[in-house]
């Protein structure tokens, strides 16, 4: 599939940190401590040295309504002398803004004589986003209606649009290659490989249990594209997943300054969301989730979900081939086997479940397999022989 890049890169950093989030108040009630860290990381003095630059991708609108938005709350904008009303997303949109200001404040004064910056468009992957960028934070806004997101979870291949109808996605693999496209136009040309680590909700049930469909499918989709970026570079990037709502039920483990900061980026989204007269949900919902950021760490080389199907083994050999990729209605496995050679052949979705599984001995050289009842999105194939796996390969299935 052709990916449509309209977005540069600046290059004064030496380190990326990537969120994926699904909702505007996401990152500062589960992951707030350490997207504020990684904020106030920068050096001002030395950015090429000590640079981080930090990356939120907003995934939906964060709507409540399916079509119109605007009944959700009675939101007024404080900065027009006008009485038209004024969506909730927007308004969420406005706060997620002021956390990043706050956790942006360390790093030097905006001063007067500055102009505040504004919104931008950009077109990645062929679709019309929102851009956001103050000092060493990047705000990526895709606006995807909410109430239609979610159907993506029983169906990768509908469609759906922006809550502002500026685009529409075909299907999930459209959003995962847009998330992809993303990742590419933020890396900046002298970043290290190892310098990258992405972040997003973990979509393991048994860790993160009982979360929304819209975090699960964002989440998938951020591991699912920093998968395909780790397989490109041959690279294993880092990758941190964060327990969402099911941190409630968890013990306390932030320090006190840590609690602090999270606390404040929260609080100040709750102040945008008064300011637009809209109800902020302080008091016992968010505060359910103060002091605890639970999180494990893996690699882009490894399954997000339980069944770690990437093994270190080389993903290309010389036993066996397969294409093409994207496929539509077959995929070939051709072997350089004997046709009498016992074979295992497994196709997994990135979830970890099993969609396909041949044993016996190998029928001829060229094994087709039909793809045309797969959903369109991104699959691993593990071809092993005698127990030992000979070839491990990402492809993509597109309808």
């Not at 840590?258 to 008064?274: G, P, R």
């Amino acid at each position: 599939m052709l990916l449509t890049l309209n977005v540069r890169a600046q290059k004064a950093y030496n380190e990326l940190t990537v969120y994926v989030v699904a909702h505007q108040d996401d990152w500062q009630l589960f992951m707030g401590a350490n997207v504020y860290k990684d904020i106030v990381s920068f050096d001002e003095i030395s950015p090429n040295v000590n640079g981080k630059k930090v990356v939120i991708i907003y995934t939906t609108a964060g709507n409540l309504h399916d079509t119109d938005d605007t009944k959700s709350c009675n939101c007024r904008d404080p900065y027009e002398n006008n009485s038209k009303p004024f969506p909730y997303w927007k308004v969420r949109e406005a706060g997620a803004k002021r956390s990043v200001h706050l956790a942006a404040s360390r790093i030097g004064g905006w001063g007067p004589g500055i102009p505040y910056p504004q919104n931008k468009t950009v077109v990645i992957n062929g679709h019309r986003i929102t851009k956001y960028e103050y000092k060493n934070t990047v705000s990526y806004f895709l606006r995807i209606n909410t109430a239609r997101f979610g159907a993506w979870y029983s169906d990768p291949r509908a469609a759906t649009s922006t809550v502002d109808t500026s685009s529409t996605y075909a299907d999930y693999s459209d959003f995962v290659n847009t998330i992809y496209s993303i990742y590419k136009a933020e890396i900046d040309s002298n970043l290290k490989s190892h310098k990258i680590t992405f972040n997003c909700q973990d979509i393991d049930e048994t860790i993160n249990p009982n979360d929304h469909h819209d975090h699960y499918i964002s989440g998938r989709a951020a591991s699912e594209a920093a998968m395909l970026l780790g397989k490109e570079t041959d690279t294993c990037y880092r990758q941190t997943l964060f327990v969402d709502y099911h941190s409630q039920n968890l013990p306390p483990n932030l320090s006190t300054p840590d609690v602090q900061n999270e606390a404040a980026v929260t609080a100040v989204y709750c102040l945008a969301l008064l300011d637009y007269n809209a109800w902020p949900e302080w008091g016992s919902l968010y505060q359910e989730w103060t002091g605890r950021n639970y999180s494990r760490t893996i690699t882009t080389c490894e399954s997000p979900a339980k069944t770690n199907i990437l093994a270190q083994d080389s993903l290309d050999t010389l036993n066996t081939r397969v294409y093409p990729s994207p496929a539509d209605k077959q995929l070939t496995v051709r072997f350089n086997l004997p046709v009498i050679t016992p074979v295992d052949i497994a196709i997994y979705d990135v979830s970890g479940a099993t969609v396909f599984h041949f044993k016996g001995l190998l029928p001829e050289t060229n094994f087709l397999i039909n793809t045309t009842l797969y959903p369109s999105g991104y699959y691993i194939i593990v071809v092993s022989n005698g127990g030992k796996p000979i070839n491990k390969t990402i492809f993509d299935v597109v309808h």
